[in-house]
């Protein structure tokens, strides 16, 4: 009889636990999120195929300049790409591809699938991308707490500045400049490519540093512009915290001034930057374009770029979708963020 109590025991206690999984308000949330997501994806997709599609012209317009290919060449590529079906049956073919073999299509330039595109240049771009918000940001808040700390002080003064000229600062005219900073110090700073010529002979340890330089100036040209905003936020975030009653009172009882800073002053300032961090995954893909573009970084960017000027659609559509994509996961990350940062705050709040 016991053992038959203890495993009943054990039963109810396993379902209550799937119930209480199943019925949080984290998981629930996310569940809704990404229903909501789906809807958003679908009407993504449509403004995107109806925008490229009101663009003049499509991919065959440049081949058909050419004097080399024939007529009936041309007529077998448009039937190979479906260019020679209505605007509405392209993009219901494509999204039945995507839905259910998650095929986006094949390049039009690349003769390639889409997919095995992306999935290729993916891992230079998120590198060159992380790498660049784990510097602005190991750098760009302790800088904006020193700054409001020290407010209107000569470090205050010095790092306001930097801010507001990092921040006015244009992307491709600090890439300009590290490459006439690169060329001057030749061989100091390489700007082609991700890797050196000699990278397969290298050890893995040697590799993972010939990348590591290759990465300094990109991500430096990466992170200027976030580095300077995030600075800005984080000094003013802070110095409205460190102005409201709460404060003053925990001064007031004596408690240490680290602990008022960091554990109720920074606490509460932090919330913003986390919304920022959402965005700021989501802004990867556009942010990175003028880095690879200007170092020849074998990324997203430039292969995006290419496939707008060709008028490759699958691939351009592929790219938006990523985007899209992106956005809703960088703002599910931001939302869960929050919540583990400040139990007060209600996911079902939050919009």
Do not use: C
């Amino acid at each position: 009889m016991t053992a038959s109590r203890d495993s009943s025991i054990s039963l109810d206690s396993k379902l209550a636990g799937l119930k209480e999984l199943f019925v949080n308000e984290t998981t629930l949330y996310i569940v809704k999120r990404l229903l909501q997501a789906i809807l958003t994806l679908f009407l993504a997709s449509v403004l995107s195929f109806t925008i490229i599609q009101l663009a003049p012209g499509d991919y065959l317009d440049t081949l058909r300049n050419d004097p080399q290919i024939s007529p009936e060449r041309l007529a077998q590529l448009s039937q190979q790409f479906g260019l020679d079906q209505p605007p509405l049956v392209q993009y219901w073919r494509w999204l039945v591809r995507v839905v259910t073999h998650f095929d986006f299509g094949t390049s039009f330039v690349y003769m390639r699938p889409v997919s095995s595109l992306l999935i290729e240049r993916i891992p230079a771009t998120l590198l060159l991308a992380i790498a660049s918000i784990i510097i602005t940001w190991a750098i760009a808040i302790p800088l904006g707490i020193v700054s409001a700390v020290k407010q209107n002080t000569l470090i205050d003064k010095i790092l306001r500045f930097i801010s507001y000229f990092g921040q006015g600062f244009p992307s491709f005219i600090t890439a300009l400049l590290l490459l006439f900073v690169a060329q001057i110090t030749s061989p100091l700073f390489p700007v082609g490519g991700m890797t050196s010529i000699y990278y397969t002979d290298l050890s893995p340890v040697g590799k993972i540093l010939d990348i590591g330089w290759h990465m300094i100036l990109p991500t430096i040209a990466l992170s200027i512009t976030s580095f300077a905003g995030l600075l800005r936020l984080t000094r003013g975030q802070l110095l409205d915290v460190l102005r409201q009653d709460y404060i003053q009172t925990a001064r007031a009882k004596g408690l240490p001034e680290n602990k008022v800073l960091y554990v109720h002053a920074l606490r509460n300032a932090i919330n913003p930057l986390i919304t920022l961090l959402g965005f700021e995954f989501a802004s990867l893909l556009s942010g990175a374009f003028i880095a690879e573009f200007f170092f020849n970084w074998p990324g997203l960017g430039r292969l995006i770029l290419q496939a707008v000027q060709a008028q490759d659609l699958y691939l351009v559509m592929a790219s938006l979708m990523m985007g899209a994509t992106m956005l809703i996961i960088g703002n599910l990350l931001a939302d869960l963020l929050l919540k583990a940062v400040d139990p007060r705050i209600k996911l079902e709040d939050l919009k």
